[in-house]
C-alpha cells in the first residue's frame, strides 16, 4: 500500500513528515502536484539518505504559488483526479497539496486523489490555538470519505492536552510527536525515523 501525507493546512509540515516516512520506508517519494517554488521534492531528496529511495517528477508543476485549481487557471492547465498516474508500481510516500479540501479543480479536491492512489492516509497535524478545531474538522471529512488512516503526525511544541482529546475524539493512534527543530539535516530524519518505526504498522 501507498502513504499518503496530508495536513490540517499549509505549512503544518507535510514535507518534513513525508522526508521521515521516505527514509524509514527506504521507498519511493512522489508529489502529484506542486503549486510554485520551492519544490518539495527537492526538499525530501536532500534530507533522506536511505540509498533504496528513489525521488520521482512531480505529477505536475504550476508556476503560480496557489491553490493548485487557481494556479492550474493562471497556467492554462486543466488538473482532474484521472489524470494522474502513479509514477511506480513500488511502494510510496506521496505528498499531498495543503489540506484534504483544497480544490484541484471546480468539483474535485484533493482528498478526491487518495483512493485513485491506493493509499492509507498519514495525518499531520501541527499544534496552535485552534488547532484542535482544523484537525477534528479534517478527521470528520477522512471518516466521512471512509479512507483508510494509519495515524497522526503531531508537529510542533507539545501540547498534551490538545493531542490527548484529539486522540480520543478521532479514536487514531499516535505514529510521532515531532518537536519545533532547531536544526533539520540528514541525521535528524534518521533519528525520527528510528522513532517513527516504533509505532508503525
Not at 13 to 21: D, H, N, P, Q
Not at 51 to 65: K, M, N, R, S, W
Not at 156 to 164: D, F, I, R, T, Y
Not at 184 to 193: G, S, W
Request: glycine share 6%; proline share 6%.
Amino acid at each position: 500500500m501507498n502513504h499518503f501525507v496530508t495536513a490540517i493546512g499549509t505549512d503544518s509540515g507535510k514535507t518534513l513528515v513525508s522526508a521521515i516516512i521516505t527514509e524509514m520506508l527506504g521507498c519511493g517519494y512522489w508529489k502529484p502536484i506542486q503549486a510554485g517554488e520551492p519544490r518539495d521534492t527537492a526538499a525530501v531528496e536532500s534530507l533522506v539518505s536511505n540509498p533504496d529511495c528513489e525521488f520521482f517528477p512531480e505529477g505536475i508543476f504550476l508556476q503560480t504559488p496557489a491553490s493548485p485549481h487557481y494556479s492550474a487557471q493562471v497556467d492554462g492547465v486543466h488538473l482532474s483526479a484521472e489524470k494522474f498516474e502513479l509514477p511506480s508500481k513500488n511502494e510510496l510516500v506521496i505528498e499531498g497539496a495543503g489540506g484534504l479540501l483544497v480544490p484541484i479543480n471546480d468539483h474535485e479536491v484533493i482528498a478526491d486523489l487518495i483512493p485513485k492512489f491506493n493509499a492509507e492516509v498519514i495525518l499531520v497535524a501541527d499544534l496552535y490555538l485552534g488547532s484542535i478545531n482544523h484537525t477534528l474538522l479534517t478527521i470528520e471529512e477522512l471518516k466521512r470519505r471512509k479512507l483508510p488512516v494509519n495515524g497522526i503526525v503531531f508537529n510542533g511544541k507539545s501540547n498534551p492536552a490538545s493531542e490527548k482529546i484529539i486522540l480520543k475524539k478521532s479514536g487514531y493512534r499516535c505514529l510521532l510527536k515531532l518537536p519545533r527543530l532547531e536544526i533539520v539535516n540528514e541525521e535528524v530524519m534518521k533519528l525520527y525515523a528510528e522513532k517513527l518505526k516504533e509505532n508503525w504498522k
